[in-house]
């Protein structure tokens, strides 16, 4: 059972580190200084669960991997993160968009797993609750925004609907033997999660006058770490030091 | 009251070491120099996160990432209270970013230049904030009331930012020999340009004598640079890395060390726009300042729609 607690830890850290990954190279670079502040600290949010997570991880592990061994020295073809946390950052209607529909399916999902029998896994959830539930409020309230704000942020906001929606379905995807984690009262079953995320979705889409399309092909991946080419790239940038100089302590 | 009169009783304030505040009487070079010093400084703290942000997607391990970030959002936190305190003496927010982005207001010269290794995000915390420290320390007494007062939260902070730089060089000297070899390369970089922030030398700079007469600056440019050299020198010392100066040496009739002065040439030139990021920066500034226009007016526009809304309602 460790081994698959281990899998599903690294799916949720995995996704949680790709995307703040992604959402930090705003920072900096914000299209405002109050909106560069705010997106930072979600950055850094998303960051501190994923060390949890990964620290988590390596001691079910057993092997003595500690959380930088985990994030720092596996390869794209180890990685869990879902298909939409590693798409680019577009424009700003692309990353909150990308944003909400994480956020979204994070609280549903965390919220359970802060019920789950694993107390320390519960305890994690418990936290990040708190922080997705903010997290979530910032990136609904923008896309209310682009949808209803000029037509240039509707179109935008467009735009990012259909870059976007077909890597939703991938978040649904369990890992292999998940069942039994479900069973056992530790996760959460995604297919309900999934009819949750779909209604909290729609009416936000609703508000933003953006009709969800029917029968939009899905991809998916990930639950097997199958990924897009950006992750390697992404990989091969965040890892870059740690691999070159193994020996080295930071 | 005639303007004599509101000049004696500003003059009395600064004489009584009390507050000059946004609603009191000031002359107009008072402000004026406030303006420039605040917003520049404003400018710095922005423009300063660039050069730090350029390695956080290449953090080494994930609590330094999350110390980097940290700290380059504060930098964001600065410039924000300093822009506000800016606001209080009469100029918009936008109008400073004008000036910035087209180049007319200046900003630190110090972040023009490039981070080349994980050592420089030690080097700057290090050396950078702890100049940076120097100069903000005396700010927090200046004269200017909210300035002084963004000043106090500021220095805490960069107190702390300066810990971080040292424990990076801490943890890249002592480490292996590759580490050693980039935190003393980045302290051979960062040495001059650390010492160039703290201005010209007293007799050739041109705004420090009002700054000192009005109490916005307390303490002169090169004593300043003393005072950081003499703290530094030990701070090397510990890390078992050399100051890249032959000529650095204790002068027992001082109480400080000799040291060479930066290559004021050099300074002037990255002044000028010559530094080798000058323009890459603000480029950048310009970058996210134009494709976040949309943004800013959507944001605009839908504030406003809601307005109407519950206006109607």
């Not at chain 1, 909150?96 to 529909?101: D, G, K, S, V």
């Not at chain 2, 902070?157 to 730089?165: A, I």
Request: aromatic share 10%; proline share 4%; charged share 25%.
């Amino acid at each position: 059972m460790n081994e698959l607690v281990f899998k599903y830890l690294l799916r949720i850290s995995d996704s949680g580190l790709i995307l703040a990954q992604r959402i930090s190279a705003w920072t900096g670079h914000g299209p405002f200084l109050e909106e560069d502040l705010a997106l930072t600290n979600i950055a850094l949010d998303l960051f501190g669960r994923s060390r949890s997570l990964l620290d988590y991880a390596g001691n079910l592990e057993g092997k003595g991997r500690s959380e930088d061994e985990l994030a720092f020295f596996r390869n794209e073809r180890h990685y869990y993160n879902h298909l939409i946390c590693e798409q680019p950052n577009g424009d700003y209607a692309q990353t909150m968009l990308r944003q909400a529909f994480v956020d979204a399916f994070e609280l549903l999902l965390y919220t359970e797993l802060s019920k789950s029998k694993d107390q320390t896994l519960a305890a994690i959830a418990a936290k990040s609750v708190k922080e997705i539930t903010y997290h979530k409020r910032h990136s609904f309230s923008w896309v209310k925004r682009f949808g209803n704000g000029t037509q240039e942020s509707f179109t935008r906001l467009q735009n990012a609907f259909h870059e976007l929606w077909p890597y939703t379905g991938d978040m649904f995807e369990p890992i292999e033997g998940e069942t039994d984690l479900v069973k056992n009262g530790f996760v959460p079953d995604l297919q309900k999660i999934k009819t949750d995320w779909e209604k909290i979705i729609k009416d936000l889409l609703e508000e933003c006058n953006i009709r969800l399309p029917e029968n939009v092909y899905m991809h998916s991946g990930s639950a097997k770490a199958l990924h897009t080419e950006h992750l390697g790239f992404i990989l091969a940038e965040m890892q870059s030091l740690p691999r070159a100089y193994p020996e080295a302590k930071w | 009251m005639s303007t004599i009169d509101f000049e004696a009783i500003f003059e009395a304030k600064l004489a009584n070491n009390e507050f000059i505040e946004p609603k009191d009487w000031m002359p107009e070079n008072y402000r004026k120099h406030l303006i420039r010093q605040v917003s520049q400084h404003a400018h710095s703290e922005i423009v300063g996160m660039l050069p730090e942000g350029n390695w956080i997607s290449r953090a080494p391990s994930l609590r330094a990432k999350l110390v980097l970030l940290a700290k380059v959002q504060d930098e964001g936190g600065h410039g924000l209270y300093l822009y506000t305190a800016a606001e209080s003496l009469g100029v918009s927010r936008d109008e400073m970013l004008e000036a910035l982005h087209t180049g007319k207001a200046k900003y630190s010269s110090i972040f023009n230049y490039p981070t080349l290794t994980w050592a420089d995000i030690g080097a700057i915390g290090w050396l950078v904030d702890g100049a940076a420290i120097m100069n903000q320390v005396m700010l927090q007494r200046s004269s200017y009331g909210p300035y002084s007062r963004a000043m106090v939260r500021i220095c805490k902070e960069e107190s702390f930012h300066q810990r971080q730089g040292y424990e990076i060089m801490t943890r890249m000297a002592f480490g292996t020999p590759d580490q050693k070899e980039m935190a003393q390369d980045a302290l051979n970089r960062w040495w001059y340009p650390s010492l160039m922030m703290f201005g010209p030398p007293d007799a050739e700079s041109p705004n420090s004598e009002n700054a000192l007469k009005w109490r916005i600056k307390r303490e002169s440019n090169d004593h300043l640079r003393q005072r950081f050299v003499d703290q530094t020198v030990v701070q090397a010392e510990y890390l078992n890395i050399s100051i890249p100066d032959k000529n650095l040496k204790w002068n027992e009739s001082k109480k400080g060390y000799d040291f060479s002065p930066p290559n004021w040439e050099e300074f002037k030139n990255v002044v000028k726009g010559n530094g080798i990021c000058n323009k890459e920066r603000l480029e950048a500034r310009n970058k996210a300042h134009n494709e976040g226009a949309w943004v800013r007016e959507a944001a605009a526009a839908y504030a406003k729609k809601q307005n109407q809304l519950s206006t109607a309602a």
